[in-house]
Every structure is written in C-alpha cells, then in structure tokens.
C-alpha cells in the first residue's frame, strides 16, 4: 500500500468530517427497497427492491388472476360502494365510477378517502397484486395529490416491476412535496443507479446518507459502489487509447535501482562514434544521470541503436531489454513484451527473465512470472537481484516470512545490497519484529547516513509507530540530502511524507497549510509524481478547496499506471464534484452538513 493509500485509509473519517461543511464525501448510505416499512404501516409499502425477474412476473399473474373477484359491496365509505382487496382479511376501498364527485368534497374527506386507496394498495403490493396496487395509489393520488407518500408507495411498485423511469417520476414529485424524505432520496438513487445515470444516483444516495446522519454502513458502501461505477465508465471512455506519458523520474530510478548495474560488453564500452554500439553507450551515460531528461535521452537512443542495426547478438539483446524497461515503465506492456521476449531469444539474462516477470505480474500472469523467476534462479543461482525481487513478489503477497529468507539470500550474496538490507528491515516490521526493524534500521543510518533512501524508510515506520517527532527528523535529514543533488531527479517522497507527519499531528489549520505547502512544494519540484498530486488533492479536498481537489485527481489519474489507479483518482474526482453540486444544489442538505460538522467538532 502507498502512503497515499495508507493516509486515506488511516484519515478518512477526519478527512469526511472535515469535508462535511462544504459538502458530501465518499461515503453515503442507502436503503434498498427492502428496507422500506411493511405494509398497512403510515409510509410506504412493503419490499419490492429485492423482487427478482422472475417474481415481477409472478406477480403480474396473481395480480391479474385476483384482482377484484367479487362484486360491489354494500358496504359504503362515505356513500361509495366498496370493494375488499381480494386477500384474507384484506382492507376495503371505496368504488367511484366519477371522480368529478369527489372533486366537490372538502379537503378531509378527500384525505380519508385517499388513504382507503393507500391501505388498499399496501395491501395488495405486500401479496404482489402490482396492478391493484399501482390503481389504488393512482386513485389516492387522484382523489388527493399533496400526499408525498402516495407518489412514495406508487414508486416502489414501479421499483418491484423495474420501470425505473417511473420511479424517477413519482420519486421526484415526492420529494417536491417533502424535500427531507429520506426513503425516496433512496429509492430514486437505485432507479438511476439501474438506468446508468451515475451522477443523480450519487446526488441522491448522498442526500439519503446526509439525512440519516450518516448512521449506517450500508449507504456508505451504497455511495462508494456508484461512485466507483461512475468512475469506471469514465475512465473506459477517457482512455480507450494507452497514454504515453513519462512517469515520474524517481519513479524510473527506484525501478532501475532495484537490479545490480550491469558490465556493458567490450563492443559498446570500446565503440566508435557515429555505430549504433556508440548509441548504446550513450544511452547507459544518460541512464547514470538519473533524471527525466537524461532518460528520455536513453530511450531515444536506444531506438536510434536498434533502428541502425547492431551485429552482435548480446549487445542487440541488451539494447531490447532496456528498450523494453523504458516501455514497461512508460505503460506500454504490448511493445515490452514484444522486445523483451526477442531479447531473451537472442541471449537470456537473469535481468531479461525478470524484468519480463515483472511484465507478466502487472498483466496478472502470475505462473509465466514464477516460471522466469525460475528460470532466472537456473541461470545463475548466485543472482542477488533474482532473490531481490522473488522477495519482492512474495512482499506483495504479504508473505513476510518467503520474503525475509529472499532478502536474507540477496544479503548473502552481495552484503553491500543497501536495498535489500532496507527492505528486509521493512518487511520485519510488517511481521511484527518492531524492535529489531528499529536496530536494523539504526544500524543503517550509522553506516549510510548519506542515503536518502535510509532515511525515507525509517521515517516512514516510525510514522507508522506514531513517533512524530523521530520520524520528522528522518524525514528532513533525507529532504536535506534529495535536495542537495546536483544532477540526478529529486525524490519528492520524504517531502510528501514530512507533511503527512505533520497532518498526522496537526489538526488545526496551520498544521494542514503546512502539509500542503510541502507538497506544492513536491509537486513542483516532480510534476509527474502521482503520490505529490494525490496527496495534495487530498489536503485540498480536506480544508474545502474542492474545484482544485477535482483538478488535481484527474492529473493524477493522468499519470497513473494501471486502470486500478485511474479509476480510484476518478472516484475521488467525482466524490469531490457531488461535494460541489451537494453545496450549489441542495442549501437543505448543506444546512444539514453544516449542523453535523459542528456536532463532529
């Protein structure tokens, strides 16, 4: 998990209470027709929500096969005769030929008689008799049209027989008539959610979520499930082409930093200038800068190479692996596979095998990727980039123990391995060996004080332990040294986690201003770091600053790499824009949020 993502998890109710007086966050709650009353109650109907195809159609035979069986009765209800509802014990409603005559009646009487029809069509919708139903609370509705409730009730039939267009309809009127009626807030949110429209359907689980004070879990999941389906058509439709975009420049060297650097064969160390060897031998100068530049520069001549032609196989096979990286890194999985495969073809290496492992587990391959982890173990058995990054595949898996022996192994083999000495620190921690993650980690900032990277990871686990302060010291000695460099990218992570302590121990404005000063500062620094523009949005989403919080989402989703990204930065996208329209909207519900924020605090 990233520290975004761990941030997000471990703050959000303070990020919704603090989002609460301008509008709605991520999470909502709704009923679904299931939870509306049982028959014969004040409000509406039974259950048709959970009502199946199958039943919808049942219930359209018994309806037909039972409604009004029986004769006129002379029983009256303020001088109409009336009819029972052809179940046991079923309710009586008066029978009108001419509305008109009703229509000269005083208010309360057209009221009692209204609310005959309502009992007469809970009735008969509890004992799925839809078409008696949807007539009975026509004619209530007939009879007396300021009742939200009939307009309620007559929706849920409309809900149990999926003509969702009319639950829309009568939902809308309802709440014309009652603008805080819950339930149909609810009922209207799934009859948009069933007819696509992603966007009224989260305004409307949103408000029902508002309403109930944000009391049940399930409106919160309701919210987040729309929302996430709203940011799946979204994406789908945004990125139907792959993005070429250059990741961040940290991004690229913490990639090539995990693997040992490489001794370039004879012919391109002793190349002549103007061969295609001599591009080779340009493009691993411009990958030892280590910035966006100088990596744009390596692809760029990498291609040159290969385009020219290189007569040795090995060096041809090396120019298409790292080809193939920079595709890999770059988003384009369809040319990596293609170059890496004909660079294994041409001359196998441990670094191809598992570079094109990590191909096959970001495609969700996981046996072809255990098979070149294999394969790359045969080749060289001493490899410590091999253990390296089998211990980093079973890390994803959270397989602590498999992960610890890998690094250990990678140790072993090559103890100057500074990454695999951190990460096993790392991955004791995870286990639960807090102590002697604390002494590996003292150890290594003893020995590499000029390391960043040392620094950044033990700030982040004492972060993790709460210890603020030993953390933010951390924290600045690695922001102090990533600034000091003088060619290479700038790692904007210590400075994106500095704020996350300061957020963490902070919560008043000035602690939160802060926080998002370091990460503009990030931001400005690396413009392609999804964790600088993630975080920032998430500071601006915090203290209100919503229409920026939007922007900066959908720049992260620019930047992300999978589909899994896009989507959640989307999510947040259009969490945040409900926010905006909940506050533009709706004054009700904002009221409501106001009143809640100041209960929170």
């Keep these: 998990m990233s520290n975004l993502e761990t941030f997000v998890q471990r703050h959000r109710n303070n990020l919704i209470a603090g989002a609460l007086a301008l509008g709605i966050t991520g999470g909502a709650l709704y009923y679904l027709y299931s939870s509306s009353s049982q028959a014969g109650g004040d409000s509406t109907p039974g259950s048709p929500g959970a009502k199946k195809a199958k039943s919808k159609s049942k219930s359209k035979s018994k309806s037909k096969g039972k409604k009004k069986t029986g004769s006129k009765s002379s029983v009256l209800s303020h001088g109409f005769p009336t009819e029972q509802v052809p179940v046991t014990d079923g309710p009586r409603y008066p029978v009108i030929e001419d509305m008109s005559a009703v229509k000269q009646l005083d208010e309360k009487t057209r009221k009692e008689i209204a609310d005959e029809f309502k009992l007469a069509g809970n009735a008969a919708f509890n004992n799925k008799l839809n078409d008696l139903a949807l007539e009975m609370y026509t004619k209530a509705i007939e009879v007396y049209d300021s009742d939200a409730i009939y307009y309620s009730n007559r929706s849920a039939v409309y809900g149990a027989l999926e003509d969702f267009p009319s639950v829309v309809k009568d939902t809308t009127r309802a709440l014309d008539l009652r603008p ?51 940011a799946e058509k979204i994406v789908e439709e945004r990125y139907k082409t792959a993005k070429i975009e250059w990741p961040s420049p940290s991004f690229v060297s913490a990639y090539l930093s995990s693997f040992h650097k490489r001794d370039l064969p004879a012919d391109v160390v002793d190349a002549e200038e103007g061969t295609p060897e001599y591009d080779v031998k340009l493009a691993f100068d411009a990958i030892d800068k280590e910035n966006l530049d100088s990596y744009k520069q390596a692809f760029a001549y990498l291609g040159q190479a290969l385009e020219k032609g290189l007569k040795n196989p090995e060096v041809q096979a090396l120019a298409l692996e790292f ?105 004791k921690y995870r286990k639960g060996d807090v102590e002697v993650a604390k002494h590996k980690f003292e150890q290594m900032v003893k020995k590499n004080a000029d390391n960043s990277n040392v620094h950044n990871y033990y700030g982040e686990i004492l972060l993790d332990m709460k210890d603020i302060d030993g953390a933010s010291a951390q924290f600045d000695e690695a922001i102090r040294l990533e600034l000091a460099k003088d060619v290479a990218a700038i790692n904007v992570v210590p ?107």
């Design 323 to 427: 080809q193939a990286t920079f595709k890999f890194l770059l988003n384009d999985m369809e040319g990596a596979m293609l170059d890496i495969n004909n660079s294994i073809e041409l001359n196998p290496t441990v670094q191809a095998l598992i570079k094109r492992s990590s191909l096959h587990i970001e495609l969700g391959q996981l046996e072809l990727a255990n098979a070149d982890f294999a394969r790359a173990d045969q080749l060289d058995p001493n490899s410590a980039d091999t253990q390296y990054q089998l211990a980093q595949f079973a890390f994803l898996q959270q397989d602590w123990d498999t992960a610890i022996e890998h690094y250990n192994r990678s140790i072993k083999i090559d103890g100057d391995f500074l990454l695999a000495h951190i990460q096993s620190a790392v991955t």
């Design 180 to 230: 805080d009626y819950t339930k149909c807030f609810n009922r209207r949110g799934l009859a948009y959610e069933r007819l696509e429209d992603y966007s009224e359907s989260v305004m409307d689980y949103t408000a029902a979520c508002i309403l109930s004070n944000f009391e049940d879990e399930n409106m919160g999941r309701a919210v987040d499930r729309v929302l996430r389906k709203q």
């Design 495 to 601: 400075l994106i986690n500095k704020a996350l302590a300061i957020a963490s121990s902070s919560t008043g404005p000035a602690g939160i201003n802060s926080a998002i000063e370091l990460c503009r500062k990030a931001a400005a620094i690396d413009p392609a770091s999804d964790v600088a523009i993630g975080t920032l949005a998430q500071f601006c989403l915090q203290i209100g600053q919503n229409s920026e919080a939007i922007e900066l989402f959908e720049r992260n989703a620019d930047l992300a790499r999978t589909r899994a990204e896009q989507i959640q930065a989307i999510t947040f996208a259009e969490a945040s824009k409900t926010q905006n329209r909940i506050s533009r909207e709706r004054p009700i519900l904002r009221e409501r949020l106001e009143i809640a924020s100041r209960y929170r605090q």
